[in-house]
Structures are given as structure tokens and as C-alpha cells.
């Protein structure tokens, strides 16, 4: 029991009240500190949770490009002015499903076209499907006008279009019976609904007048070289001598070279004007400022998207940083271990904690004080390197369970084929053998056998008759090579104790050796077929099959495929498939000239390199495709009437194609001009002539860039190099992991096992993100004030008092440095595996780490962690 105390005052001295604490009251304090802690605890815990499931929401608006209309501000757990139902339309609309469905349905819609009739049908089945089609987009629709309303729905440009698309379409199908004015618009759905196909023709959209500001320099050296050129020399050629709109020919000569003929005949081959005017000027026209429109016109998409991206990009932020502020409930700008923990628990349902505590380190940079705002900021980026836990149980679907044992044993029953060798041969030939193979790989021999193989097939040399010695035997080089093969084979079996899966490489076979094996084995298989049977180049092999659903095959399906190598014919009112001996001996040579593909380190670079950049290639290909289409059927509806080269939509796409490709662009012009009205056609031609340039240029450069951007990676040296940063990156992460688990882990807690995680990192698909500039900049002070009004706390302060101590990095080094130079402390060294103290032992020293590392173990010995110097 305390004394009273006595404080003096100015007007006096006054004693203060002593507080009384008793037993009981002390057992009573403890009793509702006992009754309260686990229901604050549990509070703090479902606000944590509460938080957490807010901030997931948010960061997938944020991942999505959403961020005023996204998945937090219609949840009504969060957002008590929505209803349940318009969180649902939201859900329904937002969903992979019908993103899916519309895509598949645009497609189907597109590509349908080609197999319908030219003119409307009265089939049923033909108008229901074309409904059908359109009741997908009115339901998508319908769906985003539920959520939204139609003031906000019709507030986006693109959307607009979607809608009147889609509204025209259906009228177009109840009024004329079948979709045909609509037709040119069938790909435009799906180009909106697809997040990348809306990015470039929006980029396309705002970069068009730049391009054409750009192309002014060549229009005004066209014109002049168009005044000069008839005044000079169209009298001199016979077909322009009466004509007034001859001068366009120069004008297409520089953009199309289709006009050469027509612009140098023969006749007027010896003017000396030509030599000196016509080709210093076509060459310096077409060859120079023309690429360097083109080149302009990349670097104006270039910078068109790189703004797009950048835009993008701080919305991503801002989005990340209203998730942030949605788990800082306490606003000191960090969150801790738990509540990171709970987030990822939320965003990836299912994630181990080892996996978690690597994100840990890797976004909080091993920092000990919890995860920054600024460092959330990159959560992207960190959530890029991929990190799975392998575990020794495999789930297996009953699909995998049936197949499995059947794979274990023919892996077994593989392993154990040999063939016999005789005694003369293990103990004289397996060492000559083995010597002979390590002379093949080190001569390069099997490259050069490839490469002639190459030879021989790509010229047409394989069956050049060499030594006829009968009428049953002709050496030719393809037997010559065949026979190498064989030798080949049969010196690995020998080499391998007879052994058939060991001469195989080491890491197993890939689809390469699968092809060159077949290729190799066909063709034998094809020698003893063509000398038992006597088979020639113009035998047919032919299966012959009775299967009545074959037979009831549509007429068309029967034609396309009679057209094709396998085809389909009547025989003897049956079915049957026939394959000629000559295609079937060109497909056993391609197959085993695959082989070189494993042979040649270039080519596996530049294969590589192809397969990374597929998406790319296919992702460009859509588009222009779609542009070729659009300008296809909108040229069908124009001179289908007239013209047989529009008269259905498959011709239309195609001579759209050959127009993307500068293939007759003059002549077809001028025919369309003929028949119908010259205006319209010379701006349908003018226009397709500048976005066809515009486009294919675009996709162009953007495939050769990226193709040699992945080709100077794919290198062995980069890739080695790669490979080992992933290594130390991943072995720092793990080591700071395992520290923290030892000084923060309770003894009865989870031991956490960091042996089965394995990172890679994921490199990105997104084409944008490559011509934008690849990497993400850092954050710049800009993106921290546009995010303020998205945080809890004093952003921009945070941000600069973040940069301040980034100078002092350092401070573990100087702070040695400082101490040793005190003098104050004893130097010590310990010999390695030496114990420096022991777990429940009284402290007695303070030991600084100056050089070398320190293991410590927690949980008899279960738990480690190694010290650096800079480690306190």
C-alpha cells in the first residue's frame, strides 16, 4: 500500500488520493482482462478479415483497369446504396463465362459467314442461329445497363457502339430476314468486348491524324513528281495519251508498285529522262521517305500507347492505393505480417504459408517494420514470380488414376527390352561402338547427314537414281541417307549393351526425336512395302470403310475433303481414303528432317523465340484480319452486284487480303470505277489504302522488335544469366524468411518448410507492355498526388520521408565501422561450428557481428537462421 503524496501548488500544498489495491480488486481487473482480451482479439481478428475482403475486391478492380465502377463500389456489404441484385448483374456481366460466351459467339457470328448463302435464305435454322447470336450481346447488354443505367452506359464511346451494333443487327435480321447490311460489322462485339482489341483501334483512332499529318512531306513529293511525270511523259506512252486522270498512276507507283508496267513499257525504255529523273526520283520517293512514314507512324503508335499504358498504370495504383487504405485501419501507412497474410488469404484462397512468407520478404524488401504503402504499390510486380509448393502427394483425377498404372508399366516393360548381343560382340564391339558415337558428336557428322538430308529434299535430288545394279535395286541418295540412319541406330544399340531406352538422350525424348524416329522408321517401313509390293510413285493406297455416318455426310464436307491429301472417294458404294505413295514418302522425309531443330543451338534459340512470341503473332494477326474483314464485306455490299472477284463474302475477304498485300490494287480499282460511281470507289480504296498501311505496318514492327527482343534473351549466356539472379533472388528471400520465422516463430507454432517451394518468374504475353517500353517506371511524385484522395494517411509526406531514408542504407556499416573504432568492445573470433551460447542461459554479453555469419536454431534444431553483419 502506497504513502500519500504531497504536491505543492501556487496556492498551496494538497495531497493526493492514494488508490487502494486490493486482492480482490487485483483478482477482479485480472478476471475481465482474462473475459476481454479473446473478445478484443476476436474483434481485431474479424476486422482484419472484414478488411481484408474489402481490399481483395479492391485490388481486383485495380488488376482489371476497374476503379469507380468496379467490384468494391457494388458490393453491398461495403456499399449499403447497392442492392444485392445490381452486385449480382455485376458479378454475371464482370465474369470470365459470359466474356467467353460473347467472344464465341462473335466468332461463330464472324466466321459463319463464309458458309452461308450469298443472298438471304428462307431456312428457319439459319434465322434462329443469327438470333440466337444476337441475344447474346442484348443479354450483355442488358446486363451492364441493370448495374449501370443508361445515362452512365452511353457516357463510354465504345459502348455506344456495342449497342447501335448490336440494335442494327437485330433490325437488320427481323426486316430483312438474314443479317447482310450488317454484315461487315460482325467482328466489332467482339474487338469492343476484348480489353486488347479496344486498346488499339483506340490508339488507332487518336494516332490516324498525326500519321496523315506525317504523310504530308511524301503527298507533296507525289504531287510534284506527279505534274512533272505527265507533263513529261505521257504523251510519249499511248494509253495515256487522251486521258485527264492519268496522273493517279504515279500516285499508286509510290504507294503500291503496281503501276510499273504501265508507267515503263518497253518502248519507252531509251528516253534519257527515265535515267535521270524517273529513277532518283521513284528511288528516293518510295525507297526513303516512304519507310520513313512507316517508321513514323510505329513511333507515333509507340508513344500513343506507352501514354495509354502509363494511364493505365496510375489507375492501377490508385486502385492499389484504396486497397491499401482499406487494411491500414489503424493509418500509420504500414501493415503487418498478419494482415498481409489474411489479404493473400482473400486474393489466392488456398495458398500455403510458406508461399506467403516469401511474398512477405519479396514485397517487404526483408524489412522488419511491415509492408509500406509505397512498397504495395509494386504488388503486381511481386506477384509476377510465381512460387508453388511442390508436395510429395499428387492429386489425381479418376482420369489420371485409370491412365497412370498403364504409363508406370509400359515405362517398366520399355526399360527392360534388350536385344541380345553375342558374347564377341560385348566384349570387341560396345567399346568400339562407344568410341565411334563420341567421335560422330564431336565431328559433327549427324549435323552434316542432317543438313544434307535438307539438301537433298528441299531440290528434289532424294530419288536421283546413282547406281542401277537390277530392277530391284537403285541407289539413290535417299537410301544412302536412310542406310546412315540405320548405322547410326545400330551403333547406339550396340554402344548402349543392346539397351533400347538408353539410347535415347539423357532428358528423355521430346517431340522432335519422336518425329525424326517416325520419319526415319516410315521410310524403311516404305522401302520393304514398295520392294515386296513393287509400288510407284503414282501408286494410291487406299482404306476402304463402310460406316453409313460417313456416307450421310453433307455433299460440301465430302468435297473439301476430297480436295485434300486424305481424301475421300466412292468405292464400290462404300467410303474410302486414299493416300498417294509419293506424299506419303514426302511426309516420312519432313518428319525426320525435323531432327535439326535438336542439332542446331540456332535454331533452337530462334524456335524458342517463335513459340514466346505466339500470342503476340496471333494477338496481331486477329486484328488485321478483323480490318480485313470489315473492308472485305463492306466491298461485297458495294460491287458484289458487278464484280465477280466481290461476288461472295469469302472472294471479298480474300481480294481484301490481296489489297492489304498491294496484289492488282490499280487494276481493280479501275474496273470499280468503271461500273459504278468514281467517287465512292476512290474513297473506299484511298481509305483502306491508308489503314491497311497503318496496320500492317503497326503489326509488323511490332513482331520483328519483339521477336529480336525475345531472340537476345533467348541466348544461352542471358538465359544462364537470368537463371542465376531468379537463383539468388529466391535464396535471399528464403534466408530472410527463415530468420524471421526463427526470432518471431513461437516454440509451438508452425514450423514452416521452405524445401519444397520452387519460383520462376512469369514473363508477360502483353504486347503493350513491350511497346510501351517494357518495364514499368518507378513512382514519381506526379502518381503520389494523384493517389492522396484514394489514402488514409498524408501520401505525398510518406513518400518524401521514404526517400530520406533510403539515404541512410548504409547506417549498419557506418554503425561498425563506428564501434570499432571506439575501441570500447572486445574482439573475439570463434571457430567455425563453435557454440557462442545457448538457448535459457543468462545474458552476459552484447556480441556485434563484424564479419562472417552466425547460425541460430530454434525447436531443437528444427528452425535456422544464418546472420550477416548488417543482421542486429
Same mark, same amino acid.
Given at each position: 500500500?502506497?504513502?500519500?503524496?504531497?504536491?505543492?501548488? !501556487?496556492?498551496?500544498?494538497?495531497?493526493?488520493?492514494?488508490?487502494?489495491?486490493?486482492?480482490?480488486?487485483?483478482?477482479?481487473?485480472?478476471?475481465k482482462?482474462?473475459?476481454?482480451?479473446?473478445?478484443a482479439?476476436?474483434?481485431?481478428?474479424?476486422?482484419? /478479415?472484414?478488411?481484408?475482403?474489402?481490399?481483395?475486391?479492391?485490388?481486383?478492380?485495380?488488376?482489371?483497369?476497374?476503379?469507380?465502377?468496379?467490384?468494391?463500389?457494388?458490393?453491398?456489404?461495403?456499399n449499403?446504396?447497392?442492392?444485392?441484385?445490381?452486385y449480382?448483374?455485376?458479378?454475371?456481366?464482370?465474369?470470365?463465362y459470359?466474356?467467353n460466351a460473347?467472344l464465341?459467339?462473335?466468332?461463330?457470328?464472324?466466321?459463319?459467314?463464309?458458309?452461308e448463302?450469298?443472298?438471304?435464305?428462307?431456312?428457319?435454322?439459319?434465322r434462329?442461329?443469327?438470333?440466337?447470336?444476337i441475344?447474346?450481346?442484348?443479354?450483355?447488354?442488358?446486363?451492364?445497363?441493370?448495374?449501370?443505367?443508361?445515362?452512365?452506359?452511353?457516357? /463510354?464511346?465504345?459502348?455506344?457502339? #456495342?449497342a447501335?451494333? +448490336?440494335?442494327?443487327?437485330?433490325?437488320?435480321?427481323?426486316?430483312?430476314?438474314?443479317?447482310?447490311?450488317?454484315?461487315?460489322?460482325?467482328?466489332?462485339?467482339?474487338?469492343?468486348?476484348?480489353?486488347?482489341?479496344?486498346?488499339?483501334?483506340?490508339?488507332?483512332?487518336?494516332?490516324?491524324?498525326?500519321m496523315?499529318?506525317?504523310?504530308?512531306?511524301?503527298f507533296?513529293?507525289?504531287?510534284v513528281?506527279m505534274?512533272?511525270?505527265?507533263?513529261?511523259?505521257?504523251?510519249?506512252i499511248?494509253?495515256?495519251?487522251?486521258?485527264? #486522270?492519268? !496522273? #493517279?498512276?504515279w500516285?499508286?507507283? *509510290?504507294?503500291?508498285?503496281?503501276?510499273?508496267?504501265?508507267?515503263?513499257?518497253?518502248k519507252?525504255?531509251?528516253?534519257?529522262?527515265?535515267?535521270l529523273?524517273?529513277f532518283?526520283?521513284?528511288?528516293?520517293?518510295?525507297?526513303?521517305?516512304?519507310?520513313?512514314?512507316?517508321?513514323?507512324?510505329?513511333d +507515333?503508335?509507340?508513344?500513343?500507347?506507352?501514354?495509354q499504358?502509363?494511364?493505365?498504370?496510375?489507375?492501377?495504383?490508385?486502385?492499389?492505393?484504396?486497397a491499401?487504405?482499406a487494411?491500414?485501419?489503424?493509418?500509420?501507412?504500414v501493415?503487418?505480417?498478419?494482415?498481409?497474410?489474411?489479404?493473400?488469404?482473400q486474393?489466392?484462397?488456398?495458398?500455403?504459408?510458406?508461399?506467403?512468407?516469401?511474398?512477405?520478404?519479396?514485397i517487404?524488401?526483408?524489412?522488419?517494420?511491415?509492408?509500406?504503402?509505397?512498397?504495395?504499390?509494386?504488388?503486381?510486380?511481386?506477384?509476377?514470380?510465381?512460387?508453388s509448393l511442390?508436395?510429395?502427394?499428387?492429386?489425381? +483425377?479418376p *482420369?489420371?488414376?485409370? *491412365?497412370?498404372?498403364?504409363?508406370?508399366?509400359?515405362?517398366?516393360?520399355?526399360?527392360?527390352?534388350?536385344?541380345?548381343?553375342?558374347?564377341?560382340?560385348?566384349?570387341?564391339?560396345?567399346?568400339?561402338?562407344?568410341?565411334?558415337?563420341?567421335?560422330?558428336?564431336?565431328a559433327?557428322?549427324?549435323?552434316?547427314?542432317?543438313?544434307?538430308d535438307?539438301?537433298?529434299?528441299v531440290?528434289?535430288?532424294?530419288?536421283?537414281?546413282l547406281i542401277?545394279?537390277s530392277?530391284?535395286?537403285?541407289?539413290?541418295?535417299?537410301?544412302?541417307?536412310?542406310?546412315?540412319?540405320?548405322f547410326?541406330?545400330?551403333?547406339?544399340?550396340v554402344?548402349?549393351?543392346?539397351?533400347?531406352h538408353?539410347?535415347?538422350?539423357?532428358d528423355?525424348?521430346?517431340?522432335?526425336?519422336?518425329?525424326?524416329?517416325?520419319?526415319?522408321?516410315?521410310?524403311?517401313?516404305?522401302?520393304?512395302?514398295?520392294?515386296c509390293?513393287?509400288?510407284?510413285?503414282?501408286?494410291?493406297?487406299?482404306?476402304?470403310?463402310?460406316?453409313?455416318?460417313?456416307?450421310?455426310l453433307?455433299?460440301?464436307?465430302?468435297?473439301?475433303?476430297?480436295?485434300?491429301?486424305l481424301?475421300? *472417294?466412292?468405292?464400290?458404294?462404300?467410303?474410302?481414303?486414299?493416300?498417294?505413295?509419293?506424299?506419303?514418302?514426302?511426309?516420312?522425309?519432313g518428319?525426320?528432317?525435323?531432327?535439326i531443330?535438336?542439332?542446331?543451338?540456332?535454331l533452337?534459340?530462334?524456335s524458342?523465340?517463335?513459340?514466346?512470341?505466339m500470342?503476340?503473332?496471333?494477338?496481331?494477326?486477329?486484328?488485321?484480319?478483323?480490318?480485313?474483314?470489315?473492308?472485305g464485306?463492306?466491298g461485297?455490299?458495294?460491287?458484289?452486284?458487278?464484280?465477280?472477284e466481290?461476288?461472295?463474302?469469302?472472294?471479298?475477304?480474300?481480294k481484301a487480303?490481296?489489297?492489304?498485300?498491294?496484289?492488282?490494287?490499280?487494276?481493280?480499282?479501275?474496273?470499280?470505277?468503271?461500273?459504278?460511281?468514281?467517287?465512292?470507289?476512290?474513297?473506299?480504296?484511298?481509305?483502306?489504302?491508308v489503314?491497311s498501311?497503318?496496320?500492317?505496318?503497326?503489326?509488323?514492327s511490332?513482331?520483328?522488335?519483339?521477336?529480336?527482343?525475345v531472340?537476345?534473351?533467348?541466348?544461352?549466356?542471358?538465359?544462364?544469366?537470368q537463371r542465376?539472379?531468379l537463383?539468388?533472388?529466391?535464396?535471399k528471400?528464403?534466408?530472410?524468411?527463415?530468420?524471421?520465422?526463427?526470432f518471431?516463430?513461437?516454440? !509451438?507454432?508452425?514450423?514452416?518448410?521452405?524445401n519444397h517451394?520452387?519460383?520462376?518468374? #512469369?514473363?508477360?504475353?502483353?504486347?503493350?507492355?513491350?511497346?510501351?517500353?517494357?518495364?514499368?517506371?518507378?513512382?514519381q511524385?506526379?502518381?503520389?498526388?494523384?493517389?492522396?484522395?484514394?489514402?488514409?494517411?498524408?501520401?505525398?509526406?510518406?513518400?518524401?520521408?521514404?526517400?530520406r531514408?533510403?539515404?541512410?542504407?548504409?547506417?549498419?556499416?557506418?554503425?561498425?565501422?563506428?564501434?570499432?573504432?571506439?575501441?570500447?568492445?572486445?574482439? /573475439?573470433?570463434?571457430?567455425p561450428?563453435?557454440?557462442i551460447?545457448?538457448?535459457?542461459?543468462?545474458?552476459?554479453?552484447?556480441?556485434?557481428?563484424t564479419?562472417?555469419?552466425?547460425?541460430?536454431?530454434?525447436?531443437?534444431?528444427?528452425?535456422?537462421?544464418?546472420? !550477416?553483419?548488417?543482421?542486429?
Amino acid at each position: 500500500m502506497q504513502s500519500p503524496k504531497t504536491v505543492k501548488y !501556487s496556492d498551496g500544498e494538497r495531497v493526493l488520493p492514494t488508490s487502494k489495491m486490493t486482492r480482490e480488486r487485483r483478482n477482479f481487473v485480472l478476471q475481465k482482462l482474462k473475459k476481454q482480451i479473446p473478445i478484443a482479439a476476436q474483434q481485431r481478428k474479424e476486422t482484419i /478479415k472484414r478488411n481484408a475482403r474489402y481490399c481483395k475486391l479492391c485490388i481486383i478492380d485495380a488488376f482489371n483497369g476497374r476503379l469507380s465502377n468496379g467490384l468494391a463500389n457494388n458490393s453491398p456489404e461495403f456499399n449499403p446504396s447497392k442492392s444485392q441484385w445490381e452486385y449480382n448483374l455485376f458479378c454475371l456481366n464482370t465474369s470470365e463465362y459470359l466474356y467467353n460466351a460473347v467472344l464465341i459467339a462473335c466468332s461463330i457470328n464472324t466466321m459463319s459467314i463464309f458458309f452461308e448463302a450469298n443472298q438471304c435464305s428462307n431456312v428457319w435454322f439459319e434465322r434462329l442461329f443469327q438470333l440466337s447470336i444476337i441475344s447474346v450481346f442484348l443479354f450483355d447488354i442488358a446486363l451492364k445497363i441493370g448495374y449501370e443505367g443508361l445515362s452512365e452506359y452511353f457516357s /463510354k464511346d465504345w459502348q455506344i457502339v #456495342y449497342a447501335t451494333v +448490336t440494335i442494327l443487327m437485330a433490325l437488320d435480321c427481323v426486316f430483312h430476314g438474314c443479317l447482310y447490311y450488317t454484315n461487315p460489322f460482325r467482328p466489332v462485339q467482339g474487338v469492343l468486348r476484348a480489353r486488347a482489341g479496344r486498346r488499339f483501334f483506340d490508339v488507332l483512332k487518336k494516332m490516324l491524324p498525326t500519321m496523315i499529318h506525317k504523310m504530308s512531306p511524301i503527298f507533296f513529293f507525289i504531287v510534284v513528281l506527279m505534274v512533272f511525270s505527265c507533263l513529261e511523259f505521257d504523251d510519249r506512252i499511248e494509253e495515256f495519251k487522251s486521258t485527264f #486522270y492519268a !496522273s #493517279y498512276n504515279w500516285f499508286f507507283l *509510290v504507294f503500291t508498285n503496281d503501276t510499273f508496267d504501265r508507267i515503263l513499257p518497253d518502248k519507252v525504255f531509251s528516253h534519257l529522262s527515265y535515267l535521270l529523273v524517273f529513277f532518283p526520283s521513284i528511288y528516293i520517293g518510295q525507297r526513303f521517305l516512304l519507310s520513313l512514314i512507316i517508321g513514323d507512324t510505329y513511333d +507515333t503508335f509507340r508513344q500513343f500507347v506507352k501514354k495509354q499504358v502509363q494511364s493505365e498504370r496510375l489507375k492501377e495504383i490508385k486502385g492499389l492505393t484504396k486497397a491499401f487504405s482499406a487494411i491500414d485501419d489503424l493509418k500509420d501507412g504500414v501493415i503487418s505480417y498478419l494482415t498481409f497474410k489474411e489479404c493473400l488469404h482473400q486474393l489466392y484462397p488456398g495458398t500455403s504459408d510458406e508461399v506467403i512468407a516469401l511474398y512477405y520478404e519479396l514485397i517487404s524488401g526483408g524489412s522488419n517494420t511491415g509492408i509500406s504503402v509505397l512498397q504495395f504499390l509494386n504488388l503486381r510486380s511481386v506477384l509476377s514470380f510465381k512460387l508453388s509448393l511442390i508436395t510429395e502427394k499428387t492429386a489425381l +483425377t479418376p *482420369v489420371n488414376d485409370a *491412365v497412370m498404372p498403364l504409363i508406370l508399366l509400359f515405362n517398366r516393360l520399355y526399360a527392360k527390352i534388350q536385344f541380345p548381343l553375342p558374347r564377341v560382340v560385348r566384349k570387341d564391339f560396345i567399346p568400339r561402338a562407344q568410341e565411334m558415337m563420341k567421335y560422330l558428336d564431336s565431328a559433327n557428322v549427324l549435323h552434316f547427314a542432317n543438313e544434307l538430308d535438307i539438301f537433298l529434299l528441299v531440290f528434289s535430288l532424294l530419288d536421283y537414281q546413282l547406281i542401277t545394279f537390277s530392277n530391284w535395286l537403285t541407289i539413290t541418295p535417299c537410301l544412302l541417307v536412310s542406310g546412315f540412319y540405320l548405322f547410326e541406330f545400330l551403333v547406339r544399340l550396340v554402344a548402349n549393351d543392346g539397351y533400347l531406352h538408353r539410347i535415347h538422350p539423357s532428358d528423355g525424348l521430346n517431340l522432335v526425336d519422336v518425329l525424326f524416329i517416325g520419319g526415319a522408321a516410315g521410310r524403311w517401313f516404305l522401302f520393304v512395302l514398295a520392294f515386296c509390293y513393287g509400288l510407284q510413285e503414282d501408286s494410291v493406297l487406299a482404306v476402304f470403310c463402310e460406316q453409313p455416318w460417313l456416307q450421310a455426310l453433307h455433299p460440301t464436307v465430302l468435297l473439301y475433303l476430297s480436295k485434300a491429301s486424305l481424301g475421300v *472417294v466412292s468405292i464400290g458404294g462404300g467410303v474410302g481414303a486414299t493416300l498417294s505413295f509419293r506424299k506419303l514418302k514426302l511426309l516420312c522425309r519432313g518428319m525426320r528432317c525435323m531432327r535439326i531443330a535438336n542439332l542446331n543451338d540456332d535454331l533452337k534459340i530462334l524456335s524458342s523465340a517463335m513459340i514466346d512470341i505466339m500470342p503476340a503473332i496471333l494477338e496481331t494477326f486477329t486484328l488485321t484480319f478483323v480490318m480485313t474483314y470489315i473492308f472485305g464485306l463492306l466491298g461485297h455490299l458495294l460491287f458484289g452486284g458487278v464484280l465477280q472477284e466481290w461476288d461472295t463474302p469469302l472472294n471479298s475477304v480474300i481480294k481484301a487480303q490481296q489489297l492489304t498485300y498491294m496484289v492488282n490494287y490499280l487494276s481493280s480499282m479501275e474496273v470499280a470505277m468503271e461500273l459504278l460511281n468514281p467517287l465512292v470507289v476512290a474513297v473506299y480504296f484511298l481509305v483502306y489504302l491508308v489503314i491497311s498501311l497503318a496496320v500492317s505496318n503497326i503489326a509488323l514492327s511490332i513482331i520483328i522488335d519483339l521477336h529480336a527482343n525475345v531472340l537476345d534473351d533467348k541466348s544461352s549466356k542471358e538465359r544462364e544469366g537470368q537463371r542465376n539472379k531468379l537463383q539468388i533472388v529466391f535464396d535471399k528471400i528464403v534466408e530472410q524468411a527463415r530468420t524471421r520465422q526463427v526470432f518471431t516463430g513461437s516454440k !509451438s507454432g508452425h514450423t514452416l518448410n521452405f524445401n519444397h517451394v520452387r519460383m520462376s518468374h #512469369y514473363q508477360s504475353s502483353n504486347v503493350r507492355q513491350f511497346v510501351a517500353g517494357g518495364k514499368n517506371s518507378g513512382l514519381q511524385l506526379e502518381d503520389i498526388k494523384a493517389c492522396s484522395k484514394f489514402s488514409n494517411i498524408n501520401l505525398v509526406a510518406f513518400y518524401k520521408q521514404e526517400h530520406r531514408n533510403m539515404k541512410d542504407l548504409n547506417w549498419e556499416v557506418a554503425f561498425l565501422k563506428a564501434v570499432e573504432s571506439t575501441k570500447l568492445f572486445v574482439r /573475439k573470433d570463434f571457430k567455425p561450428d563453435e557454440v557462442i551460447i545457448e538457448s535459457d542461459q543468462p545474458a552476459q554479453h552484447i556480441y556485434l557481428l563484424t564479419s562472417g555469419t552466425v547460425a541460430v536454431f530454434r525447436n531443437q534444431m528444427r528452425e535456422r537462421a544464418v546472420l !550477416s553483419p548488417t543482421n542486429f
